[in-house]
């Protein structure tokens, strides 16, 4: 298990950028996964992104593909959501999490650790 941190939430406007990030502590040493979900008020939590352990394939979500931008440094244990040309639907809880096998995954049910997540919100 990997415990999970992140930052980089906050307000924004419409069309505005934010990078969210995601530290990771515990058991680096092993190769895993990572994701981004994010879960709006009253709505079940939804896949955004996902990256293998080698930082070379990513998945999207339709709603976000164009816009938003997964990425990591194993080197400092982070990985980093992107994400620019934000609207109000973006607004939501995002976590990162991560699963202990180097294949990128899209299903929540894959990944073993949770950060508590950080508030995106998008004003219009």
């Known amino acids: 298990q990997v415990q999970l941190v992140e930052s980089g939430g906050g307000l924004v406007q419409a069309g505005g950028s934010l990078r969210l990030s995601c530290a990771a502590s515990g058991r680096t040493s092993s190769t895993y996964a990572m994701g981004w979900f994010r879960q709006a008020p009253g709505k079940e939590r939804e896949f955004v992104a996902a990256?293998?352990?080698?930082?070379?394939?990513?998945y999207y979500a339709d709603s976000v593909k164009g816009r938003f931008t997964i990425s990591r440094d194993n080197a400092k244990n982070t990985l980093y959501l992107q994400m620019n040309s934000l609207k109000p639907d973006d607004t939501a809880v995002y976590y990162c999490?991560?699963?202990?096998?180097?294949?990128?995954?899209?299903?929540?049910?894959?990944?073993?650790?949770w950060g508590q997540g950080t508030q995106v919100t998008v004003s219009s």
């Open positions: 990256i293998d352990y080698g930082g070379v394939i990513t």
């Open positions: 999490a991560a699963r202990n096998f180097p294949a990128a995954a899209m299903a929540a049910a894959r990944f073993g650790s």
